[in-house]
C-alpha cells in the first residue's frame, strides 16, 4: 500500500486540468502514440464539441520513481464547471490528494477557491500548481502572491509546468509520490468500499466505480450493498488503464471497478458502501450529501409511445449522474413524463444532449418552475408544480409560493450588484457579515420562483464568477400568482404555460413571445403568438408570411385585374390559415429557457 497513490486535479474552468491528465498518461506509457488523442480522458462527444468536461474519469498510472521503486499513481480528473461541483465533491472522498492547478495568466478565480475548500473539507494535501508558464503573459510571482493571500498555500511549494509544452511534468509526478500520503486501511479486515460512480453497459449491466478503504475483493466474490442489502457475486475486478484492465484482486486503498451482472439499474446508488456478505464490515461509510437541485423542468418524449424508452434511459443516466432529480409527470398536450431537477441551466443543457445522443431519444422540456401552494375557497390545500394543473381562478381564495434562505458568499467589490440583483428579484436583505476582510457573506429571503429560472448564471455573471451560492427552503408565504398561456393562432401551448408573479407576467409573456417569433418558421399564412392571463391578452408577436407576387406576370391593363387576382390570393390564405397547423420546433421550447445573453 505506501506504493499506491490516489490522487485528482481540480481547477478553474479552462486552466488545463485535462491536459495536465493528457501529459502524466504519456510520461507513464500506458497508451502508444498512435492511439493517443488529447484530452484522451473527455470520452463523450458533448465534452469534445464543448471543450469542457463533464463527468470525472479515472486512470491508474504505473511510475518507477527516482528512487527506483514502482508506484501505483490512480489520477481522476475532475470538471471545472460551477454546476457539475457536486461530481468533484464525490471525487475527493476517493482520494488522498488534490493537485490545485492555478493559470499563471489568470491566477486565483472563482472555481480555484470553491475547490479549495471543497478538497479540505475532505481533509486533502493539496499541493498548488501553475500551468501555462509558458505564456509571453503569464506572471508567476503575482501568482505565487495569490496562492499565498487567496488561498494560504506555500507559494515556494508550487510546481511550475506548461502541461502543453510538457514542461515539469515530471516534477509532478515526483510530487505525487513524495508528498500526497499514502492510503491507510488494513486488507485483511472485512470488506468496505465505497461507490462513487458507475455507469451502464449494455452487454454487462452496471459497472461500478469504487474505492476500497479496507479488505479486498476478487472475482466470485459474493457481495452485499449496505443500502438495500442486494446480493451479487462478483464476475470481474479491475483497475482503469484508459480500457478497463482485469484483475486478479483489487485491494485496499485501490481504485477499481466491478462487474457483478447488476441489471436491476436501482440497486447501485452512489456513496453506498459494498461489503462481502460472507464477512461484512460493522458499519457503513458515511456517503455523500444529497444534491440540490435548483432549476426545476419537466421532459416528456416527442412521440407519446416513447415514455417507456425514455423511462429507461432516466434510469441508467441517473447512475452516471448523480446529481440528477427526477419524478413521473403528466401534461395534457404533451403526455407522460418526468418532472426533473438540476444543478444549472448548463446542467439541464447537457442532461437533455446526453438523453438525445446516447439513447436516441426526441425531447420536449418545459420551461422551469417551483411548487405553489393554493388554498382554494373551501380551504382546502393544493400543491401545483405544474402549471397545466392550475384550478380556475374563482376557486381560488389565495396563493403561497415558496422563500428561501439564499446565503451568497462574494467578494466585496461585488456588494452592490448582488444587492441590485436580489431587489430585482423581490428580494429581502436580512443581514451581512464578513468572513474575512475583503470575503463577505449576504443573507437574503427570497422567493425561490425567481431563483430557478436565470438567477445563478446572473450571480455568476455579476460577480465574474467569484460568487458562490447556496439555500434552504424556509417557509411559504402570500403571493400574487397568475397562469401565463401562450396562444398561436389562438391555441393554447401547455408546455409553454407558466406560473409567474402578477408584476412580472407582461415581461415574461413580452419575453417569451419575442423568442418565439425568432424560432418558429414562417409559414403561407400569418402566425399570431400571444400572451394571455385567462381571456386577456398581455403581449402578441406576428409572424409574417411568405409573400408570393401573383401579379407578377399581370402587366399592363387595368388596375381591377390585378385587384381580382389579390383578392383570389387573400381568400387562399385565409381558408389555408384554417386548417394550417403550426409545427413548433423543438429549438422554441428551449429558447424560452434562455437568458437575453
Known sequence: MKNIRNFSIIAHIDHGKSTLSDRLIQATDIISDRDFQDQILDTMDIERERGITIKSQTVCLPYIAKDGETYLLNLIDT??????????????????????????????????????????????????????????????????????????LDPESAILISAKEGTGIENVL??????????????????????????????????????????????????????????????????????????????????????????????????????????????????????????FSSIYPVASDGYEELAIAMEKLKLNDASLI??????????????????????????????????????????????????????????????????????????????????????????????????????????????????????????LAEVVYDFYDKLKSVTQGYGSFDYDIIDYRETDLVKTDILINGDRVDALSQLVHRDRSVERARMT?????????RQMFKIAIQGAIGAQIISRKTISPFRKDVTAKCYGGDISRKRKLLEKQKKGKKRMKMVGQ???????????????D
Not at 103 to 116: K, P, S
Not at 131 to 140: E, M, R, V, Y
Not at 180 to 200: N, T, V
Not at 514 to 521: G, T, V
Request: hydrophobic share 40%; proline share 6%; glycine share 6%.
Open 513 to 521: 413571445c419575442s423568442r418565439l417569433r425568432d424560432e418558429i418558421p
Open 79 to 152: 470538471p471545472g464547471h460551477v454546476d457539475f461541483t457536486y461530481e468533484v465533491s464525490r471525487v475527493l472522498a476517493s482520494c488522498e490528494g488534490a493537485f490545485l492547478l492555478v493559470d499563471a495568466t489568470q491566477g486565483v478565480e472563482a472555481q480555484t477557491l470553491a475547490n479549495l475548500y471543497l478538497a479540505m473539507e475532505h481533509d486533502l494535501e493539496v499541493i498548488p500548481v501553475v500551468n501555462k508558464i509558458d505564456l509571453p503573459s503569464a506572471d508567476i510571482d503575482w501568482v505565487k502572491s495569490q496562492i499565498d493571500q487567496d488561498l494560504g
Open 582 to 596: 403550426v409545427m413548433i420546433p423543438q429549438s422554441a421550447f428551449l429558447s424560452v429557457l434562455k437568458n437575453e
Open 326 to 447: 427526477y419524478e413521473k409527470d403528466s401534461s395534457a398536450a404533451l403526455g407522460f413524463g418526468f418532472r426533473c431537477g438540476f444543478l444549472g441551466l448548463l446542467h439541464l443543457e447537457v442532461v437533455q444532449e446526453r438523453l438525445e445522443r446516447e439513447y436516441d431519444l426526441s425531447l420536449i422540456i418545459t420551461a422551469p418552475s417551483v411548487r405553489y401552494e393554493v388554498v382554494m375557497n373551501d380551504g382546502e390545500v393544493v400543491s401545483i408544480d405544474n402549471p397545466a394543473l392550475y384550478p380556475d381562478p374563482t376557486t381560488i381564495e389565495s396563493t403561497r409560493e415558496p422563500f428561501i434562505r439564499a446565503a451568497i458568499i462574494i467578494p466585496e467589490r461585488y456588494m452592490g450588484a448582488i444587492m441590485k440583483l436580489c431587489m430585482d428579484r423581490r428580494g429581502i436583505n436580512k443581514n451581512y457579515q464578513y468572513l474575512t476582510n475583503n470575503r463577505l457573506e449576504m443573507i437574503f429571503e427570497i422567493p
Open 174 to 295: 515526483e510530487g505525487a509520490v513524495n508528498r500526497l500520503p499514502p492510503p491507510e486501511g488494513d486488507p485483511d479486515a472485512p470488506l468496505k468500499a465505497l461507490i462513487f460512480d458507475s455507469h451502464y453497459d449494455p452487454y454487462r449491466g452496471t459497472i461500478v466505480h469504487f474505492r476500497i478503504f479496507q479488505g479486498k475483493i476478487k472475482a466470485r466474490d459474493t457481495i452485499c450493498f449496505m443500502s438495500n442489502n442486494a446480493v451479487y457475486k462478483v464476475e470481474e475486478v479491475g483497475i482503469f488503464q484508459i480500457e478497463r484492465i482485469p484483475q486478479k484482486e483489487v485491494t485496499a486503498g485501490q481504485v477499481g471497478y466491478m462487474i457483478a451482472g447488476i441489471k436491476t439499474v436501482s440497486d447501485t446508488r452512489c456513496g453506498d458502501t459494498i461489503t462481502l456478505k460472507s464477512n461484512p464490515c460493522e458499519k457503513p461509510m458515511a456517503g455523500f450529501k444529497e444534491a440540490k437541485p435548483v432549476v
